[in-house]
């Protein structure tokens, strides 16, 4: 009987004891201030697009001064979206803790294209989306030079960056990728006095396959050196010129 009173009496003080420590914590985060705000960038060692004072420029701009200010009064949707206006950044996590201190979690875009040509200088990013150069920091990547349009580069540009960045060999191949006026595609080496003239991005991996059974039986026997132009254009045909 007495241990049935116990888990009864227990059964309601639970409840009771949650609500009034949300009140009590709500009271109290309505009268905390802002002491401190920290900013936390991350994959800042790899990738450095993005400095801290970036970030502090931004808010000064936009005059967000949290410090010293309720933190009941504080936007964080508000902060994160005015961040996010930078197209460097991905995604900007902001929120409050219970001992006064704003955080700003900052998480930056990965490219995986450079862009030289006709329609600008900048990335595209792993979503196919562009993104501004940095003055901080200049990725290695695959560049896109010449008659580049920025929908190519969103587009069919995109999915072969995506497939270089998957494939360890062709990564590691191919630094330049040259769009001509007539549309068809020459690639650009790192290894090799030649030029890969691709046609069109059309069947792509099979056009790269095809190289790479010739760069095994034919380049590895008379060298890397002996052709000016390898020509993939046409299906399951790898044509050379000296």
């Known amino acids: 009987m007495i241990g049935t009173l116990v888990r009864i009496f227990l059964t309601c003080l639970i409840p009771l004891y949650l609500l009034v420590a949300f009140f009590l914590f709500s009271n109290r985060n309505d009268n905390e201030v802002c002491k401190e705000v920290i900013i936390n960038i991350q994959d800042s060692v790899k990738t450095p697009f993005l400095k801290l004072q970036d970030v502090k420029n931004t808010l000064a701009r936009n005059r967000i001064q949290p410090v010293g200010k309720p933190l009941h009064e504080i936007d964080t949707y508000d902060i994160s ?45 792993d979503e196919g989306l562009i993104m501004p150069v940095s003055y901080n920091f200049t990725a290695h990547l695959p560049v896109a030079s010449g008659q580049v349009t920025k929908e190519q580069a969103s587009n069919s540009l995109y999915e072969f960056a995506l497939f270089l960045k998957e494939n360890r060999f062709w990564r590691y191949q191919i630094e330049q990728i040259h769009l001509l006026p007539n549309g068809e595609v020459e690639l650009i080496p790192k290894v ?14 099979k056009k790269l396959d095809n190289l790479m059974t010739f760069y095994k039986k034919g380049l590895s026997k008379k060298g890397w050196n002996v052709y000016k132009t390898i020509n993939l254009k046409y299906e399951n045909q790898v044509i050379c010129s000296k």
């Not at 090799?192 to 991996?205: A, R």
Request: glycine share 8%; charged share 25%; proline share 3%.
């Open 81 to 125: 979206e005015k961040l996010e206006e930078n197209a460097i950044i991905r995604r900007a996590n902001c929120y409050k803790t219970p001992n006064g201190t704003l955080r700003i979690d900052i998480y930056q875009r990965n490219p995986i294209l450079r862009v030289m040509g006709t329609s600008g200088n900048y990335y595209i990013d």
């Open 192 to 205: 090799g006095d030649h030029i890969i003239q691709l046609g069109d991005f059309t069947n792509y991996e």
